[in-house]
C-alpha cells in the first residue's frame, strides 16, 4: 500500500468506545510508516504530537445549549468548525476518515459540504444512526428516515433530540441530506456491521453511495484476552458458582430503557444461588438488588473489564439495539461466549458457534439458553483465537484497503 497521511476526526479521542478507536488506527497506522493526524473536540486537552483538539468545553456546552433551544442537533458550532477545517487545509491529508462526529463540537452540515466541495477523499464510518436518519442515533422502529420527505413529528423527540420547545427533525433531515447530495465521487461509507450498512443503503441521504462494512477491532494483544481472574474470584467470595457478566454503561431497571436492565434483574430474580449476576455499570443505589447480583459500578479501566470478562462463564447482553456491540467483541475476545437479545447488530457479527440470540423481551428462551451455555464447556483459548476478527490490526487492515481503494481510484 502507499504511504498516506490520513486525518481522522472524531468526537473524542482515546477514551469511550470511538475514542480507543481512532487512537487503535492512529497507532496503527503510524507504525505502519503512515502518517497519521487526528481531530476531536471533547475531553481533555491532550498534548500529543499530530493530535489537535478543536473545540473547547465551555464552547461545547454553549452549543448544547442553543441546540436545545432551537431543535438543530449538527448545526452551530461555527468557531470550532471553523479550527477543524483550518487543520484539515494546513495538513492537506490524502484522505479525511469521519468516525462519530456528534457531541456539539462540528456544524456536520458545513463540515461534509466543505468536503464535498473541495473535492476531499472522505470515508465515513457510521457508528450510529444518525448520519443517515438525519437525526436520531437509534430508530429503533420508526423509520421516517427512509422516506423521501424526511422525518417531522418526531415520536421520540425529547430522548433522541433533547429539544426543549420544537420540532426540527424534518428540518435536519432535509440539511443532511443537502450536505451529501452530489458528494459521490470522493466519498466511501464504512459501517461497523452488515445490519448498519443494510440499513444506511436504505436511506435516501445516503443510499446512492458506495458502502462497505469495517468491524471494530480491540486490542487482542495487551487487553481483550483471556486473564487470570483469580484474584476476583477471591475478592467476590466466589468458588463453585456460576457466573453472568453483564457490562453496560448505565444499569436501568426502567423497562424501555435501551440496553435493557430490567430483563438482568428479571432473570437475576428467576436464578438460583449459585449462579450470580455481576453488572459493570453505573447504576441506581436506591433500588434493591437481589443476593445473587454484585453491582460494581462504572469500570473504566479496560485491563480490569478484560479480567471480569474472563471470569465469567457468559455475557449477557439485553439492548433493544446495537449497531455493533463492543461488549459481544470484548468478550469473545476474553474467551467468553455471549448470550443476548436480538439487537440488529450483535447476532450477525459474533461467532455462531459461541453465541445465542433470542427475540427481544422473550426472559423465557433468554433463561433457556443462559442455562444451557452455563451447562456446556468452552475452550476459552479457542474462542479467543477465533475472535481475531475483532483486532485492531484486523481492523486497521481493512481501513487501509479502503483508504487505498480510494486514494487510487481518483488519484489516476
Not at 143 to 159: F, V
Not at 200 to 216: F, Y
Not at 245 to 267: C, M, Q
Request: proline letters at 2%.
Amino acid at each position: 500500500m502507499d504511504n498516506l497521511k490520513v486525518l481522522q476526526v472524531n468526537v473524542v479521542y482515546k477514551n469511550g468506545s470511538t475514542g480507543k478507536i481512532t487512537s487503535d488506527i492512529h497507532e496503527e497506522l503510524k507504525s505502519r510508516g503512515h502518517e497519521s493526524i487526528v481531530c476531536y473536540g471533547r475531553g481533555e486537552s491532550i498534548n500529543e504530537k499530530s493530535v489537535y483538539k478543536t473545540c473547547g468545553e465551555m464552547y461545547a456546552h454553549l452549543n448544547h445549549s442553543m441546540a436545545r433551544l432551537t431543535g438543530v442537533m449538527y448545526g452551530g458550532c461555527f468557531y470550532s468548525t471553523y479550527k477543524l477545517i483550518s487543520v484539515i487545509k494546513k495538513e492537506k491529508p490524502d484522505i479525511v476518515h469521519l468516525q462519530c462526529i456528534n457531541g456539539y463540537f462540528v456544524n456536520i452540515y458545513r463540515l461534509v459540504t466543505w468536503l464535498k466541495n473541495n473535492h476531499i477523499k472522505t470515508v465515513v464510518t457510521l457508528h450510529a444512526e444518525f448520519m443517515y436518519t438525519g437525526g436520531c442515533g437509534h430508530s429503533l422502529s420508526c423509520d421516517k428516515w427512509r422516506k423521501n420527505e424526511g422525518c417531522g413529528h418526531c415520536p421520540r423527540l425529547r430522548s433522541e433530540t433533547q429539544s426543549l420547545f420544537f420540532d426540527r427533525t424534518k428540518t435536519m433531515w432535509h440539511r443532511m441530506k443537502k450536505a451529501f447530495d452530489g458528494f459521490d465521487e470522493n466519498i466511501i461509507i464504512t459501517s461497523v456491521s452488515p445490519w448498519l450498512m443494510d440499513r444506511a443503503k436504505q436511506s435516501p441521504i445516503l443510499g446512492d453511495k458506495e458502502h462497505t462494512v469495517v468491524m471494530n477491532g480491540l486490542d487482542t494483544e495487551n487487553v481483550f484476552y483471556p486473564c487470570d481472574s483469580e484474584e476476583l474470584r477471591q475478592e467476590h467470595g466466589i468458588n463453585d458458582e456460576k457466573i453472568i457478566f453483564h457490562a453496560t454503561p448505565k444499569f436501568s431497571v426502567d423497562r424501555n430503557h435501551i440496553k435493557g436492565g430490567y430483563y438482568v434483574l428479571e432473570l437475576a430474580k428467576r436464578l438460583n444461588q449459585n449462579i450470580k449476576i455481576i453488572v459493570a455499570g453505573s447504576f441506581d443505589e436506591t433500588v434493591s438488588y437481589p443476593e445473587n447480583m454484585i453491582m460494581l459500578g462504572k469500570v473504566t479501566d479496560q485491563g480490569l473489564l478484560a479480567r471480569y470478562y474472563s471470569l465469567a462463564d457468559v455475557s449477557l447482553l439485553t439492548s433493544q439495539r446495537e449497531t455493533f456491540s463492543m461488549v459481544t467483541a470484548e468478550s469473545l475476545c476474553c474467551g467468553t461466549p455471549v448470550v443476548g437479545f436480538k439487537a440488529g447488530a450483535p447476532e450477525q457479527i459474533a461467532l455462531e458457534e459461541f453465541s445465542r440470540f433470542v427475540n427481544h423481551g422473550d426472559i423465557d428462551s433468554l433463561q433457556k439458553e443462559i442455562m444451557s451455555f452455563l451447562n456446556k464447556q468452552f475452550d476459552n483459548k479457542d474462542i479467543a483465537i477465533k475472535s481475531q476478527c475483532y483486532s485492531k490490526a484486523t481492523m486497521t487492515n481493512n481501513y487501509q484497503t479502503v483508504y487505498n481503494s480510494l486514494y487510487k481510484r481518483f488519484s489516476q
